[in-house]
């Protein structure tokens, strides 16, 4: 516990020269909420192509009302112009489309990352920049990726059906997401079905208390849905 303790603690806030090993985090993840990494390929990753069925070609009516609500509050904390979003399982991009739209007259930067690169051409003109892997390998999950470029970037973080899905670690996912928003920033999180938002958040907030963190990140579970507020 000591060692991953440590290990977590350089990982997401303090900006590490290194990434951390996946494995350092296996005492502080409960069995109930670790997926199998088989499960992982065939939700998402088929003969070298992406096959899910919420594979973004359309954005779900019952999500915009979130979406909504998350912008609103993000442009009142900020008081920018400038809003920089990343989408996580961006899919086919219509997400991507989506807030280009909402965010018209302010100058919004829109990232992604997705299991691979999978954006239809409309998303790919309006999106800033697609960090997704050509071809996918066990390095390039979410949670195993390095995402230090992306530390203190972004005023919101949206994933539906992205990596809190497509993921042995869910609290790593999380985590990692907290640490890519600036201080005020917001993201919302799917992590599968109803119910086990609340299995991590728990083991998230157990952590966060041993480590005496409770002040950096704030969390609530919403249905599948984890929403992260940045405090500092």
């Not at 051409?121 to 960090?131: E, L, S, T």
């Amino acid at each position: 516990m000591r060692l991953a303790s440590k290990i977590l603690s350089k990982l997401y806030f303090n900006k590490p020269k290194k990434v951390a090993d996946t494995n350092g985090y296996k005492s502080v993840i409960d069995s109930e909420t670790r997926r199998r990494k088989t499960n992982v390929r065939k939700i998402g990753f088929e003969d070298g192509k992406e096959v899910w069925g919420l594979n973004g070609k359309e954005v779900q009516e019952y999500n915009k009302r979130y979406i909504l609500r998350d912008l609103e509050l993000v442009k009142n904390f900020f008081k920018s112009n400038q809003i920089d979003v990343m989408i996580l399982g961006p899919g086919k991009g219509a997400e991507v489309i989506y807030f280009k739209k909402l965010l018209k007259g302010m100058t919004n930067n829109i990232d992604t990352v997705g299991l691979t690169n999978y954006l239809s051409q409309d998303a790919k003109k309006v999106v800033r920049n697609d960090y997704s892997p050509k071809s996918l390998s066990d390095k390039e999950y979410f949670e195993h990726s390095n995402h230090l470029k992306f530390v203190n970037k972004y005023n919101y973080i949206y994933s539906y059906f992205g990596p809190g899905v497509h993921t042995s670690y869910p609290e790593i996912v999380i985590l990692k997401a907290a640490s890519m928003l600036k201080p005020g920033g917001i993201a919302r999180i799917c992590v599968s079905e109803q119910g086990s938002s609340k299995k991590v958040l728990k083991h998230i907030k157990e952590y966060i208390k041993l480590k005496k963190m409770d002040g950096n990140i704030k969390l609530k579970s919403d249905h599948y849905w984890i929403i992260i507020r940045r405090i500092k």
